[in-house]
C-alpha cells in the first residue's frame, strides 16, 4: 500500500511509539486520526493533517465515536496502527515488611492491575481491529492491491516476560496470538494483520521500570548495545505496510536480545 494520500488510524498517539508512528506516516503524505488519552501531548498534534482524538481504546461507546469521528473527517481509514499500552506490572501478591523487619502476611494482588494491562493491551486493541476490519468489509482479497493494513504493537514480554509482568506478558502474548487467526479471517477482504514486538525501547513506559533493570535490560541487548529508538519501530511500521507479503506475523524488533530474570539491586 501507497501511504501517500492514505487515511490512517494510530492509537497511543502522543508518546512514545505512537508519536513516532504519526510522525512517520504524516512525513510520507498520510492524514492520521491520534487516537490517546485526553490532556495536552494529544490536543499539542492537532493540524492539517492529524485530528486528535481523545478516547479511551478499551472502551467500547467512546471507540465508536472516535470511528464516527474520523469518518466526518476524511471518510474513513485503510491503516490502523496500535500502540496504545500499559506496562502494569503485577506480582501475584504482596508481602509487606513487619516493625521488625521480618516478613509480613501475603495479600493477594487485587485483579483490578491484571484487568487494566488485559483491557488496555489486548481488548483496546481488538476494539480498534473490530471497528476498522467492519469498515473496510466491501472489499476483496486475492492477488489484487491492499484494501487496509493493521499493524498491532505486540512485545518481547509475549515470548519471555520477566517477574511480575505474568498480567502485562499475558496481554502482550495475547496481541501476538491473535495476529495469524486476524489475518486469516480478513484476507478475503484484502486486510493484512502484522505484529511488532519491541524489545526495550526508549518510551516513558521504559521511565517506569526499576533504575538497576533498566541498566540490566541495555547491557542484555547484544547489538546495537542500546535502547530501541521510536523512530525505528516508526520505520517498521512503514516499510510493513509497504511489504503485501507480510501478513500473519509477528516480527521482533529487539537488537537480538534474549529477556533474563534482573538481577537485585545492589
Not at 123 to 149: E, H, K, M, Q, Y
Request: proline share 6%; net charge neutral; glycine share 12%.
Amino acid at each position: 500500500m501507497e501511504i501517500a494520500g492514505q487515511t490512517a488510524i494510530v492509537t497511543g498517539a502522543a508518546s512514545g511509539l505512537g508519536l513516532a508512528v504519526v510522525r512517520a506516516l504524516v512525513g510520507q503524505g498520510a492524514h492520521v486520526a491520534a487516537l490517546d488519552l485526553p490532556g495536552p501531548a494529544l490536543q499539542g498534534l492537532a493540524g492539517d493533517s492529524v485530528l486528535p482524538l481523545a478516547c479511551n481504546v478499551a472502551d467500547g461507546p467512546a471507540m465508536e465515536g472516535a470511528f464516527r469521528a474520523l469518518t466526518d473527517w476524511r471518510g474513513g481509514a485503510r491503516i490502523l496502527v496500535n500502540c496504545a499500552g500499559v506496562l502494569a506490572p503485577a506480582r501475584v501478591f504482596r508481602r509487606a515488611r513487619s516493625a521488625d523487619g521480618s516478613p509480613g502476611r501475603a495479600t493477594p494482588r487485587p485483579l483490578s492491575d491484571l484487568r487494566r494491562a488485559i483491557d488496555v493491551n489486548l481488548t483496546g486493541t481488538f476494539n480498534s481491529i473490530r471497528l476498522f476490519a467492519a469498515a473496510l468489509a466491501d472489499g476483496s482479497g486475492g492477488d489484487g492491491p491492499d484494501c487496509g493494513v493493521i499493524v498491532n504493537t505486540a512485545s518481547v514480554a509475549a515470548h519471555e516476560a520477566l517477574s511480575a509482568q505474568a498480567g502485562y506478558g499475558a496481554s502482550k502474548a495475547g496481541v501476538a496470538a491473535m495476529t495469524l487467526p486476524l489475518a486469516r479471517e480478513l484476507a478475503r477482504f484484502g486486510i493484512r494483520v502484522v505484529a511488532v514486538a519491541p524489545g526495550s525501547f526508549d518510551t516513558g513506559v521504559f521511565a517506569d521500570v526499576p533504575a538497576h533493570t533498566q541498566a540490566q535490560l541495555i547491557r542484555d541487548v547484544p547489538f546495537p548495545h542500546r535502547l530501541g529508538r521510536p523512530e525505528e519501530f516508526a520505520r517498521l511500521v512503514v516499510e510493513i505496510i509497504g511489504n503485501q507479503m507480510l501478513n500473519g506475523a509477528v516480527l521482533r524488533l529487539d537488537g537480538a536480545v534474549r529477556m533474563r530474570e534482573p538481577e537485585a539491586a545492589t
